[in-house]
């Protein structure tokens, strides 16, 4: 994503445009993994010497209430961070702590009763288990899944 689809992007979300929120939005846009909020700083920081930690921890802040980035929380560690491109679920191993893709599929709602006088967004799936570099191999052929 160019500098001006990024301005583009954030404007009509309602966020200002900044160096140091364009730094973040191009990171998050270029980086396939899910990094956590630290990782992103260093990396605005050496591009952006000037941008503290602070402003990098308030974009993200920013950019996720806009719905721009997606905040993925993994139990016991720092929340990873994923830029709202393709729809998609996401698997956290339980060992690594890895955070992958999973393709998206509609999520059946809960029924309205359930939810009382909440209003419904969205609903997104997060699969936890083992990846496949943490699962073992036996365990692995035992699920039906196929070993390399």
């Given amino acids: 994503m160019d500098t001006e689809s990024i301005r583009q992007s954030l404007e ?4 200002r445009f900044t160096p140091q ?6 990171f998050l846009m270029e980086h396939a993994g899910h990094p956590t909020a630290a990782e992103i700083f260093q990396a605005v ?6 941008s503290s930690r602070a402003t990098t ?20 560690r720092s929340a990873r961070f994923d830029a709202k491109g393709m729809r998609h679920h996401h698997f956290i191993c339980d060992r690594c702590g890895k ?23 969205e609903c997104e ?8 570099g943490c699962a073992p191999a036996k365990g692995r052929r ?7």
């Fill in 12 to 15: 009509s979300n309602g966020l």
């Fill in 21 to 26: 929120r364009h730094c973040v939005m191009a």
């Fill in 45 to 50: 920081n050496r591009l952006d010497p000037r």
């Fill in 57 to 76: 921890y308030n974009n993200l802040r920013d950019l996720v209430q806009a719905g721009l980035v997606r905040e993925v929380a993994v139990e016991g």
């Fill in 99 to 121: 955070v992958e893709d999973v393709d998206w599929y509609d999520v059946p709602k809960p029924a309205s009763s359930s939810l009382g006088k909440r209003i419904l967004r």
């Fill in 125 to 132: 799936l997060i699969v936890r288990g083992l990846c496949t």
């Fill in 142 to 148: 035992r699920m039906g899944v196929e070993t390399e």
